[in-house]
């Protein structure tokens, strides 16, 4: 399993990017998956998730501002980021499988991040 995450960078508040995880190794329609984060010192907090079926989930702090989607023949998800905060500075991940407890993210498999910067 590999998941490599890009499309980071540092963007005004307001703006938007766009993220993507590229996956290796196994089919990512057959899973369930999700993008979380991490800011510095908190825990990974779970953002968004879709199931094999395409149904998405999202979180409430990003319900509304945030997009997941995936491209089944890239073998690549992604993560379209609108309407960013100054909060939402945070290394951001893929991750597969895992479970969400209070809102935080644990036990799966996730890449090595991207990181958000949102900042004027």
């Known amino acids: 399993v590999q998941l490599v995450e890009s499309g980071g960078g540092l963007v005004q508040p307001g703006g938007s990017l766009r993220l993507s995880c590229v996956a290796s190794?196994?089919?990512?329609?057959?899973?369930?998956m999700s993008w979380v984060r991490q800011a510095p010192g908190k825990g990974l907090e779970w953002l968004s998730g879709i199931y094999s079926d395409g149904r998405t989930d999202y979180g409430d702090s990003v319900k509304g501002r945030f997009t997941i989607s995936r491209d089944n023949a890239k073998n690549t998800l992604y993560l379209q980021l609108n309407s960013l905060k100054t909060e939402d500075t945070a290394m951001y991940y893929c991750?597969?499988?895992?479970?969400?407890?209070?809102?935080?993210?644990?036990?799966?498999?996730r890449g090595q991040g991207t990181q958000v910067t949102v900042s004027s």
């Open positions: 991750a597969k499988g895992g479970v969400v407890i209070s809102g935080l993210w644990s036990g799966g498999a």
């Open positions: 190794g196994f089919t990512l329609s057959s899973y369930y």
